[in-house]
């Protein structure tokens, strides 16, 4: 597995200036005087970029909240006017209902034999077809 330390630019840039000052090949103190701030500027300059990055998350974040809680309490709301008006009166007693008389006919009365309705049938539609522009024909 290959490990690599991460170091930040000013760490790497005084690790190399300690390397080339050992070495003695340091030659103008005021050119890496001017590298060092170089490097700062350009620092500040990545830690800034991420912090507006951050922040415009945080608005995009915080917007979705609201909008994804707004639409959880108008569920809520749903849920809990169903359970109140739909659900609880609908609710099961346990008693067995009364005994109630209905009403019907005893004796029905006897209908023409079964070719006969379907004949009638025929003739019907037939002329319907016939006096299909007549608004007065009942079926």
Known sequence: MNSRLILSPKILFCVVFFQKLQNGTVREMGALGAKLDEVELLEDS???EGVEALGDHCTHVSTWAEK???ETGAQSESVTEFWETIYLQDRPTGATP??????YP????ATSPHEKLIG???DRV???DKNQNDPNETF
């Open 68 to 70: 994804i809680g707004q």
């Open 46 to 48: 990545v830690i800034n």
């Open 98 to 103: 009364q005994r109630k008389p209905y009403v």
């Open 120 to 122: 009638r049938y025929l």
């Open 106 to 109: 005893r004796q029905l009365t």
């Open 126 to 128: 037939k002329n319907n």
